[in-house]
């Protein structure tokens, strides 16, 4: 019973550590950056680029940055001995 305890607290601090981190992916001057919890943390555009190019580059940015921090948190957890 203490051992399903014990992995709680390990995954409650394997998701406050995850929370903190930061994921970044940038093309042609536009840049997003993700947190540990997929939210979007910010937004660089480039003012040089019309607004349908910017949207396209936002959201291959947004999902290339979600995509780090998923993979990111996958590798965390299988490091974690959870004796599921």
Known sequence: MFDKF????QLNGLQNEISKEKFEA??????????GVMA???????PDLDAV???DLVKKCANNA????????AKKL?????GL
């Open 53 to 55: 190019k910017q949207a």
């Open 66 to 73: 979600m995509k780090k921090a998923q993979f990111a948190a």
């Open 40 to 46: 979007i943390e910010e937004v660089l555009l480039n």
């Open 6 to 9: 014990k992995q709680l607290a």
């Open 26 to 35: 940038e093309e042609n001057g536009v840049r997003v950056v993700v947190s």
């Open 78 to 82: 299988t490091g974690m001995n959870l």
